[in-house]
């Protein structure tokens, strides 16, 4: 399975709202609603922020909201803040039993 | 709270063996459903290695299956990677993980780079 399509980068201001996308095929996110998001800094392991679409693991902020249409998701980040700063990957779990991740994206706070 | 925490060799030979543990603590190893292991290569993104379920079952990136063993030991709560025939390739920091909610990964280890060189 090859890797699920995103932005390199996103940029935006303190509370300006921004999307990053994730692109797969029918095979992952077109086939399952098991899409899931992760919020990785530098050196540290990487975060859970959103599973199964649209859920949000308990503690995690509801600035952080998801979606899909078809064979494609978005996680919205809405009142951007600095430590939002970091790269996103989103995660489908598709056939042959396996997952795919995304090709990740640097979240830049102006 | 589930706790992982990954150790190996930080070095491995090229055509060599790639061996990682992830020590589990704060819950049972049987009682969570599946322990899986992703990598990311220096400046790439993520790619998931593998999971196995406490009752044995085993799903491995189609990638990496000809090389790939997993395994666990419930009585020590470890379970444990095994990458045949490595080459530079194989250079990552590597994470287990795993979850309580469905299809995803909410516990994480802090990682390990292993560098495969001569």
Same mark, same amino acid.
């Given at each position: 399975?090859?890797?699920?399509?995103?932005?390199?980068?996103?940029?935006?201001?303190?509370?300006?709202?921004?999307?990053?996308?994730?692109?797969?095929?029918?095979?992952?996110?077109?086939?399952?609603?098991?899409?899931?998001?992760?919020?990785?800094?530098?050196?540290?392991?990487?975060?859970?922020?959103?599973?199964?679409?649209?859920?949000?693991?308990?503690?995690?902020?509801?600035?952080?909201?998801?979606?899909?249409?078809?064979?494609?998701?978005?996680?919205?980040?809405?009142?951007?803040?600095?430590?939002?700063?970091?790269?996103?990957?989103?995660?489908?779990?598709?056939?042959?039993?396996?997952?795919?991740?995304?090709?990740?994206?640097?979240?830049?706070?102006? | 709270?589930?706790?992982?925490?990954? $150790?190996?060799?930080?070095?491995?030979?090229?055509?060599?063996?790639?061996?990682?543990?992830?020590?589990?603590?704060?819950? $049972?190893?049987?009682?969570?459903?599946?322990?899986?292991?992703?990598?990311?290569?220096?400046?790439?993104?993520?790619?998931?290695?593998?999971?196995?379920?406490?009752?044995?079952?085993?799903?491995?990136?189609?990638?990496?299956?000809?090389?790939?063993?997993?395994?666990?030991?419930?009585?020590?709560?470890?379970?444990?990677?095994?990458?045949?025939?490595?080459?530079?390739?194989?250079?990552?920091?590597?994470?287990?993980?795993?979850?309580?909610?469905?299809?995803?990964?909410?516990?994480?280890?802090?990682?390990?780079?292993?560098?495969? $060189?001569?």
């Amino acid at each position: 399975q090859s890797a699920l399509t995103q932005p390199a980068s996103v940029s935006g201001s303190p509370g300006q709202s921004i999307t990053i996308s994730c692109t797969g095929t029918s095979s992952d996110i077109g086939a399952y609603n098991y899409v899931s998001w992760y919020q990785h800094h530098p050196g540290k392991a990487p975060k859970l922020i959103i599973y199964d679409v649209t859920n949000r693991p308990s503690g995690v902020s509801n600035r952080f909201s998801g979606s899909k249409s078809g064979d494609s998701a978005s996680l919205t980040i809405s009142g951007l803040q600095s430590e939002d700063e970091a790269e996103y990957y989103c995660s489908s779990y598709g056939n042959r039993i396996t997952y795919v991740f995304g090709t990740g994206t640097k979240v830049t706070v102006l | 709270q589930v706790q992982l925490q990954e $150790s190996g060799p930080g070095l491995v030979t090229p055509s060599g063996t790639l061996s990682l543990t992830c020590a589990v603590s704060g819950g $049972s190893i049987s009682n969570t459903n599946w322990w899986s292991w992703v990598r990311q290569p220096p400046g790439k993104g993520v790619e998931f290695i593998g999971e196995m379920h406490h009752n044995g079952r085993r799903n491995y990136n189609p990638s990496l299956t000809s090389r790939l063993t997993m395994s666990l030991d419930k009585s020590k709560n470890q379970f444990f990677l095994i990458l045949n025939s490595v080459t530079a390739a194989d250079t990552a920091v590597y994470y287990c993980a795993t979850t309580s909610v469905s299809y995803s990964w909410n516990y994480w280890g802090p990682g390990t780079l292993v560098i495969v $060189s001569s």
